[in-house]
């Protein structure tokens, strides 16, 4: 991306939270950008330490759209979650920029700008989905 791109919904963060937006987001018909500053999806998940389940049951931590693979446990992996969500998005069809971190997001008369690294995007709404590990 170079100079300023101008989409309907930008979200910064391709997790759980950021892909299921996005996929709400296709399902109605919404253009929408997800901005992922990792190389790839469930990155977090995967670097968490080895021994990490989720603490909800498998049928209390589907995705929109999704239920978990049958074969899953009832309290799912992080690796297991990680894989998770790269199948969902890959399922939607949601291809989020990879390598984009975001440095600012500042209020306009139209709504937002979103400034990265690679240069500016115009959006008339903003989704933070960044989780609660992330640093702000």
């Known amino acids: 991306m170079t100079g300023r791109d101008h989409i309907n919904t930008t979200i910064i963060g391709a997790g759980a939270a950021g892909l299921a937006c996005a996929v709400c987001l296709k399902k ?18 995967r670097k968490r330490y080895d021994r990490l389940h989720l603490h909800t049951t498998k049928s209390n931590s589907c ?7 049958k074969h899953y446990p009832k309290y799912v992996s992080k690796d297991e979650f990680a894989e998770h969500l790269a ?3 890959e399922t939607f069809r949601i291809q989020p920029r990879f390598n984009e971190r975001v440095l600012r997001a500042s209020r306009t008369e139209q709504g937002w700008n979103v400034a990265t690294e690679n240069g500016t995007i115009a959006a008339t709404n903003l989704i933070v989905a960044t989780g609660l590990a992330a640093t702000p």
């Open 28 to 45: 109605s018909g919404i253009p929408h950008l997800v901005l992922e500053e990792s190389d790839g999806i469930g990155h977090v998940w």
């Open 63 to 69: 995705l929109p759209y999704s239920e978990m693979p």
């Open 87 to 89: 199948e969902y998005a």
